[in-house]
């Protein structure tokens, strides 16, 4: 037995000892609350106010709750997954919506849920309507994950392919090309990142930035071979899709400017810009001595130069498409456009349907829009100067089991069908023709619509986009009548 | 002296107890299914698989130290094994020392066992490569790389399990002394408990109230433990220098176990037997 003595020093060691750990918990307790914040989702922090959003969460609230509470909500967001994807290889798409955005809730760091869950929304649902909802709910993931490229590159993928909307996708690449990686080892995001943040850059129209981002791409691309990286990877310096996207870019720059330039009937310019693609060809196959395309395109260029050293000018005229269509109600909830443009093969004319103020009504709310609104589009090809498309809403588009009313509504009392021929949405050898901008581009005044708030710089100029469109307003009498009626036909 | 040979004798004991191997034998069956999770990416199946096995980990290493530290003193009484401990020139609190850390001990390395199971499984899981689907076509097994992720996976799982093994030893202190007044099951449920209560504090806002504030001190800060964002996610952006963390709640657990084992070694001392 302990005497008395021991037993106080006992009790005073163990009254030390108790003091020593109530303040070690106090000075643990910054770095507990950085656990705690870093693990919240920013929804809950009063970022995320939509009413959608709020009534999907609020279902949420128990589960987000108990993990909080254990201390285990990554384990149950992990186990969540396991069964959402059980879901989705088993073809029931419709509980996933809600069980991501659960997991999400839980774990706000769950990169792949977010990356796959926007996915569904966007693309698997084939319900055009949820496809800002899968872009709001990257941006969420992004908010959650700052600091890493993963989703932000996803994000941007999702304008780029999907809305089209290239100048939030350069914004979201932008961001990506910034950002660290999720891997050990891996400090900055990888070089596809640049390369998809290039042809954004692109697509928008911005030549003189894409021309830039080239550059850089490169001069990142030799620095990391230097480093002593193997070459020719998507991720790695890939250097060879650099220096390739750097040429080309420039080269059709001057292409189109030079036609341009003619059309104004300016020789001295446009033989200034076949110069340069002869020098450019020149550099190239300095380096790559008898490449075949370079040395096809040196050819192309020498003999430009040749004509225009030679007073021959030869000034395209701007191209009207000259759009033409029919609209006709084949059945019940089924539209059949159908019609003819002048462009080239191959290329697509944006046919869009919707409720006459779909932007107005949509944002009342999530369930408002998912009850009332309608939306569908199609980018159709064109063959031989003629297009023709059904725009079927009596089916589900993903045959999932829903009614088409679901995806489609048409609850508004006026629907419009809108076709665009934008050239920002072509292949690259139909820009070749009308223009990144459509410079080459022309129509009844009705009918072509120019843009400077989207335009763009080529050379230091800017020039404002483009682009083609006509409107048609439908009644809802007109969509769901029985019998076959042509609905609308250009004069 | 006295107390090393107690805790060493002790350890042997509770290796030998078949519902201790049972429980580690279910952890292994747990950890090898994470396996089956080979249809994900590389990266969710290293986030499912980390935080899956962190949590059986837990669970079955709290199961490991309760069911030990509750049975290390009723069970010398029962078999009155005891009596001639204590004939010998060993003092009380030795007895009860050793018999605390021996519990200790076994729950270090039936942990160790699981861990070791954990850190080989993600040494496999780290030989796919950590890319996303467009590097994937292009990369190609290396070495190098593997051994770079291996010792990242090492540094983030041993992290874990330091913090999470300190954890299960103030619950090994709190069974043991508890062991002192209360029936084994019942003894088990108020651990239990009290591991639950430690984990909810933060939360529960026990530190806010003056009335609540004693007893936010007086028990276990379980929820200090709670680390493991940081290692399924690494890349989360935490404000922290983890093993510092680390080092602090693994020192926290210590003088807090030290409370509960000193105060029962105190009751031990003057208790009849």
Same mark, same amino acid.
């Given at each position: 037995?302990?005497?008395?003595?021991?037993?106080?020093?006992?009790?005073?060691?163990?009254?030390?000892?108790?003091?020593?750990?109530?303040?070690?918990?106090?000075?643990?307790?910054?770095?507990?609350?950085?656990?705690?914040?870093?693990?919240?989702?920013?929804?809950?922090?009063?970022?995320?106010?939509?009413?959608?959003?709020?009534?999907?969460?609020?279902?949420?609230?128990?589960?987000?709750?108990?993990?909080?509470?254990?201390?285990?909500?990554?384990?149950?967001?992990?186990?969540?997954?396991?069964?959402?994807?059980?879901?989705?290889?088993?073809?029931?798409?419709?509980?996933?919506?809600?069980?991501?955005?659960?997991?999400?809730?839980?774990?706000?760091?769950?990169?792949?849920?977010?990356?796959?869950?926007?996915?569904? *929304?966007?693309?698997?649902? *084939?319900?055009?309507?949820?496809?800002?909802?899968?872009?709001?709910?990257?941006?969420?993931?992004?908010?959650?994950?700052?600091?890493?490229?993963?989703?932000?590159?996803?994000?941007?993928? *999702?304008?780029?392919?999907?809305? #089209?909307?290239?100048?939030?996708?350069?914004?979201?690449?932008?961001?990506?090309?910034?950002?660290?990686?999720?891997?050990?080892?891996?400090?900055?995001?990888?070089?596809?990142?640049?390369?998809?943040?290039?042809?954004?850059?692109?697509?928008?129209?911005?030549?003189?930035?894409?021309?830039?981002?080239?550059?850089?791409?490169?001069?990142?691309?030799?620095?990391?071979?230097?480093?002593?990286? #193997?070459?020719?990877?998507?991720?790695?310096?890939?250097?060879?899709?650099?220096?390739?996207?750097?040429?080309?870019?420039?080269?059709? *720059?001057?292409?189109?400017?030079?036609?341009?330039?003619?059309?104004?009937?300016?020789?001295?310019?446009?033989?200034?810009?076949?110069?340069?693609?002869?020098?450019?060809?020149?550099?190239?196959?300095?380096?790559?001595?008898?490449?075949?395309?370079?040395? #096809?395109?040196?050819?192309?260029?020498?003999?430009?130069?040749?004509?225009?050293?030679?007073?021959?000018?030869?000034?395209?005229?701007?191209?009207?498409?000259?759009?033409?269509?029919?609209?006709?109600?084949?059945?019940?909830?089924?539209?059949?456009?159908?019609?003819?443009?002048?462009?080239?093969?191959?290329?697509?004319?944006?046919?869009?349907?919707?409720?006459?103020?779909?932007?107005?009504? #949509?944002?009342?709310?999530?369930?408002?829009?998912?009850?009332?609104?309608?939306?569908?589009?199609?980018?159709?090809?064109?063959?031989?100067?003629?297009?023709?498309?059904?725009?079927?809403?009596?089916?589900?588009?993903?045959?999932?089991?829903?009614?088409?009313?679901?995806?489609?509504?048409?609850?508004?009392?006026?629907?419009?069908?809108?076709?665009?021929?934008?050239?920002?949405?072509?292949?690259?050898?139909?820009?070749?023709?009308?223009?990144?901008?459509?410079?080459?581009?022309?129509?009844?005044?009705?009918?072509?619509?120019?843009?400077?708030?989207?335009?763009?710089?080529?050379?230091?100029?800017?020039?404002?986009?483009?682009?083609?469109?006509?409107?048609?307003?439908?009644?809802?009498?007109?969509?769901?009548?029985?019998?076959?009626?042509?609905?609308?036909?250009?004069? | 002296?006295?107390?090393?040979?107690?805790?060493?004798?002790?350890?042997?004991?509770?290796?030998? &107890?078949?519902?201790?191997?049972?429980?580690?034998?279910?952890?292994?069956?747990?950890?090898?299914?994470?396996?089956?999770?080979?249809?994900?990416?590389?990266?969710?199946?290293?986030?499912?698989?980390?935080?899956?096995?962190?949590?059986?980990?837990?669970?079955?290493?709290?199961?490991?130290?309760?069911?030990?530290?509750?049975?290390?003193?009723?069970?010398?009484?029962?078999?009155?094994?005891?009596?001639?401990?204590?004939?010998?020139?060993?003092?009380?609190?030795?007895?009860?020392?050793? &018999?605390?850390?021996?519990?200790?001990?076994?729950?270090?390395?039936?942990?160790?066992?699981?861990?070791?199971?954990?850190?080989?499984?993600?040494?496999?899981?780290?030989?796919?490569?950590?890319?996303?689907?467009?590097?994937?076509?292009?990369?190609?097994?290396?070495?190098?790389?593997?051994?770079?992720?291996?010792?990242?996976?090492?540094?983030?799982?041993?992290?874990?399990?330091?913090?999470?093994?300190?954890?299960?030893?103030?619950?090994?202190?709190?069974?043991?002394?508890?062991?002192?007044?209360?029936?084994?099951?019942?003894?088990?449920?108020?651990?239990?408990?009290?591991?639950?209560?430690?984990?909810?504090?933060?939360?529960?806002?026990?530190?806010?109230?003056?009335?609540?504030?004693?007893?936010?001190?007086?028990?276990?800060?379980?929820?200090?433990?709670?680390?493991?964002?940081?290692?399924?996610?690494?890349?989360?952006?935490?404000?922290?220098?983890?093993?510092?963390?680390?080092?602090?709640?693994?020192?926290?657990?210590?003088?807090?176990?030290?409370?509960?084992?000193?105060?029962?070694?105190?009751?031990?001392?003057?208790?009849?037997?």
């Amino acid at each position: 037995m302990l005497t008395n003595a021991q037993r106080r020093l006992l009790f005073i060691f163990l009254a030390v000892c108790f003091i020593g750990s109530a303040a070690l918990s106090e000075v643990l307790r910054p770095g507990h609350q950085e656990y705690l914040r870093a693990a919240r989702p920013e929804a809950d922090a009063g970022v995320r106010e939509k009413e959608a959003e709020k009534s999907v969460l609020a279902k949420t609230s128990f589960q987000a709750l108990i993990p909080t509470l254990l201390g285990v909500r990554e384990v149950l967001a992990s186990l969540m997954w396991v069964r959402a994807d059980d879901y989705f290889h088993r073809g029931e798409y419709r509980p996933i919506l809600k069980m991501v955005r659960q997991i999400t809730a839980i774990d706000p760091h769950q990169l792949d849920v977010y990356a796959t869950g926007a996915w569904h *929304m966007a693309y698997n649902f *084939m319900d055009k309507r949820l496809i800002e909802d899968g872009i709001q709910f990257l941006e969420e993931g992004c908010r959650n994950n700052d600091s890493v490229y993963d989703l932000y590159f996803e994000l941007g993928y *999702m304008h780029y392919d999907k809305t #089209k909307d290239y100048r939030q996708a350069v914004n979201a690449y932008r961001e990506s090309s910034t950002r660290g990686t999720s891997l050990p080892g891996h400090k900055f995001a990888p070089a596809y990142v640049r390369h998809q943040l290039a042809h954004a850059v692109e697509k928008m129209g911005d030549i003189d930035a894409a021309l830039e981002q080239w550059r850089t791409n490169l001069k990142l691309a030799k620095d990391t071979e230097d480093l002593g990286l #193997k070459p020719g990877q998507a991720a790695g310096p890939n250097t060879m899709a650099a220096r390739h996207n750097l040429y080309i870019t420039e080269r059709r *720059m001057n292409e189109r400017l030079a036609a341009s330039a003619e059309r104004a009937k300016d020789a001295a310019e446009a033989h200034r810009l076949w110069q340069k693609n002869l020098t450019l060809a020149d550099e190239w196959l300095k380096e790559f001595p008898g490449h075949p395309d370079v040395s #096809k395109d040196r050819q192309v260029a020498a003999n430009q130069v040749s004509r225009l050293s030679a007073g021959k000018l030869v000034p395209l005229d701007q191209t009207d498409p000259k759009i033409r269509f029919t609209i006709t109600r084949i059945a019940p909830r089924k539209l059949q456009v159908e019609g003819s443009i002048d462009v080239l093969n191959l290329a697509r004319i944006w046919v869009q349907f919707q409720d006459k103020d779909y932007l107005t009504r #949509k944002a009342r709310g999530f369930d408002f829009k998912m009850n009332e609104c309608t939306l569908e589009w199609e980018n159709v090809q064109i063959r031989q100067g003629k297009f023709k498309h059904v725009i079927d809403l009596d089916r589900d588009p993903a045959d999932m089991g829903r009614q088409p009313s679901e995806i489609y509504p048409l609850k508004a009392d006026e629907f419009e069908v809108v076709f665009t021929f934008n050239p920002r949405l072509q292949a690259a050898f139909i820009q070749d023709r009308y223009g990144w901008n459509g410079e080459g581009l022309t129509a009844a005044p009705e009918l072509l619509k120019v843009d400077a708030s989207r335009g763009a710089r080529m050379e230091g100029k800017e020039y404002p986009l483009r682009y083609v469109e006509k409107v048609v307003v439908l009644k809802r009498d007109d969509i769901l009548g029985k019998e076959k009626k042509v609905l609308y036909k250009s004069e | 002296m006295n107390t090393w040979v107690i805790a060493r004798n002790t350890f042997g004991d509770s290796l030998r &107890k078949r519902v201790l191997l049972i429980f580690l034998l279910l952890a292994f069956v747990m950890l090898t299914l994470a396996l089956l999770l080979n249809y994900f990416t590389a990266r969710e199946q290293s986030t499912i698989f980390k935080s899956t096995q962190l949590t059986i980990i837990l669970i079955f290493g709290a199961l490991i130290s309760i069911t030990t530290a509750v049975y290390l003193i009723p069970t010398e009484m029962e078999r009155r094994t005891i009596y001639s401990v204590l004939a010998k020139p060993v003092q009380r609190w030795e007895f009860f020392l050793g &018999k605390f850390l021996g519990g200790a001990m076994t729950v270090a390395f039936m942990v160790g066992l699981m861990s070791v199971a954990l850190i080989l499984v993600l040494f496999v899981l780290a030989a796919k490569p950590q890319t996303s689907a467009i590097e994937t076509t292009a990369a190609a097994f290396k070495m190098n790389e593997w051994l770079a992720r291996c010792q990242h996976e090492f540094l983030l799982v041993l992290r874990a399990i330091i913090v999470l093994y300190f954890q299960l030893f103030i619950i090994t202190a709190i069974a043991t002394t508890l062991s002192l007044f209360l029936a084994p099951t019942v003894n088990f449920a108020v651990t239990a408990l009290i591991w639950i209560v430690g984990s909810f504090q933060s939360f529960l806002g026990l530190s806010e109230g003056i009335l609540t504030r004693p007893l936010y001190y007086a028990l276990p800060h379980f929820h200090d433990f709670n680390i493991m964002g940081s290692i399924v996610h690494p890349f989360a952006g935490f404000q922290v220098n983890h093993w510092a963390y680390a080092a602090g709640v693994s020192l926290y657990a210590v003088a807090y176990a030290l409370v509960i084992v000193l105060a029962g070694a105190a009751v031990f001392d003057r208790r009849e037997v």
